[in-house]
């Protein structure tokens, strides 16, 4: 992916011309931003709307830039469109890996002096700040920490079931066999490959355990994909995906979390974005919805992180650019932001009583040093987006056919996740 990243990024200096001609013709800066990012759904978009009003208040003007379609693909795509246009955005929502392959052709600008006016390595969790920070530079303003290992349910279902969430397997076996009686769909399910490898990642977290979804994620130890608890966890996604019927489609996650919200299914398992959708809908966790960590996944933090890069460009607006660095870092907005998009704040120096009983869960592992951070595959945090699709299309393969086989998916995966990590 870097190699691609670096070729591309040639063709982008070939554009030098134009963008020097365009900075002629743009030398007063305004206070207007260019805002490219992927938050359609209703919950995001209330939560762009959002950081927009807390910009306005500083003075600076939201220029939305909203690219529908799932992961953020399509928006990259646009991103690079206009990169080479010698149009690029002033701010674009880049994340994980993502953002060091931008940095290394020198397209992002670093936030250096807004890291160290604002305190971040004070005032933002460890995990976070590394997250940003590559060679030395800060890069990125972070937004809010999702958890992907999380499990919402229907209150009023459980309450009229008479069961307790699940906090094992086992306990989420019977859930699922008296949602069923009741002629309720137990789990929410998409055949879409992004939310196969969501699913997969959280139940692999639970089976292999922090350590071992280190060395199979992170350290990308091959040898470590054919140990038995990654059988199992195949096992237990094909076996979640049985629950969905006999023909289960490739459906956006919001309807599965209308589905959820609508008391025609039982559970969901789908990062905590989900939560912000529901609120958005007039859900409320305390009275229709609740968030568990996934069975096996307890003291556990399965984390993707949202950020900004400032891009460079030939408006010269690093002013403005730093102004919204500083802007949506700081504690009003990260409260204001994070409540409505389902994440918790990148701050440790918040109030935490502030949150919903969800995010108090999320923020409480998060912040305690006994509990496992690990970054998300599919959500880019742990590998590039060749090595993120191919894992989630080796998954769908194997759900999808019906005479696949777990073993031979499990050595396609160690050949897809071999290549070590770079050293930030």
Known sequence: ??????????????????????????????????????????????????????????????????????????????LKSRVLMGDPPDVAQLIGTTLTDWA????????????????????????????????????????GIHRINTLLYN??????????????????????QKLQQAGIRPLAWSDEPWQIATVFETVLLGEA???????????????AWLDPRVERALQRLRWLRNLAGENPQERVWTEGARELMN????????????????????ANPARDFGCIEVPGTSGMHLYSIDTFAMLVSPRQREAVQEKIAEVVVGPVAQIAYNRIKGSVPVRRDIDPSVLDSCARQSWDTFSNPASARVPSLAHRMAADENIKDAVAQALWRYLTDPKGDTLETQRRLATIIRTPVMER
């Open 1 to 78: 992916m870097k190699a691609s990243i670096r070729a591309w990024g040639s063709l982008v200096f070939g554009f030098s011309l134009a963008l020097t001609a365009i900075a002629v013709m743009a030398q007063t800066p305004g206070t207007s931003v260019d805002v490219l990012h992927w938050w359609t759904s209703s919950s995001e978009r209330r939560a762009a709307d959002q950081l927009a009003s807390q910009l306005a208040l500083a003075g600076v003007q939201w220029k939305d830039a909203a690219i529908p379609g799932g992961g953020g693909m399509a928006a990259v795509k646009v």
């Open 104 to 143: 290394d052709i020198k397209l992002v600008l670093p936030l250096n002096g807004v890291a160290q006016r604002q305190r971040w390595q004070s005032v933002l969790f460890p995990t976070v700040l590394d997250l940003v920070t590559y060679k030395g530079d800060v890069i990125a303003a972070p937004l």
């Open 155 to 176: 209150r009023r279902l459980f309450a009229h079931i008479g069961l307790a969430p699940p906090r094992t397997w086992a306990q989420f076996e019977v859930a699922a």
């Open 209 to 223: 355990g922090p350590t071992l979804y280190q060395d199979l994620i992170v350290r990308r130890h091959s040898a």
């Open 263 to 282: 008391d025609t299914t039982g559970m969901m398992i789908m990062g905590d974005w989900a939560k912000g959708e529901l609120m958005a809908w007039g």
